[in-house]
């Protein structure tokens, strides 16, 4: 393999830069606080899954209501209230599968309740 001159390529392009100017700083500082806004970085758990994902990219779980109906148990025993023994009856939970913690969902399962699909 023969050898590149890479200044050759990028004659234009000085190297090493000189320092960076108080406007590309202050775009810089301005860039990267924007970047942590905390809607940005915090995260919450899913309603549905209980998968943590960004605040900013979740949905109101009010805006599923018309679609709950398809997390309901249907008698597969899924939700279960825990036993402190063997000899405790089994308690099905009633109603939707949810974490009651949790107000919003993720995009994974709003795409499947948006599909009337339960999500996976």
């Known amino acids: ?17 000189g ?3 108080k406007a590309l700083l202050s ?3 301005r860039g990267f ?12 758990g899913c309603a549905v899954c ?3 994902c960004p ?15 398809l997390l309901v148990d249907n008698g597969r025993n899924v ?5 402190k023994s063997k000899t405790e009856n089994k308690k099905i939970i009633p109603g939707p599968i949810l974490d009651g913690d ?10 499947s309740l948006n599909k009337d699909q339960i999500p996976t």
């Open 102 to 111: 949790c107000n919003r969902v993720c995009p994974t399962c709003s795409k």
């Open 55 to 69: 605040n900013s990219s979740l949905s109101p779980l009010q805006n599923y209501t018309d679609k709950l109906y």
């Open 50 to 52: 209980g998968m943590l």
């Open 27 to 29: 775009n810089i500082i």
């Open 1 to 17: 393999m023969e050898a590149v001159n890479i200044d050759s390529l990028h004659p234009d392009v000085e190297f090493p830069p």
């Open 79 to 83: 939700t279960c209230i825990e036993r």
């Open 33 to 44: 606080t924007q970047a942590q806004a905390p809607d940005l970085i915090e995260e919450s």
């Open 19 to 21: 320092p960076p100017t």
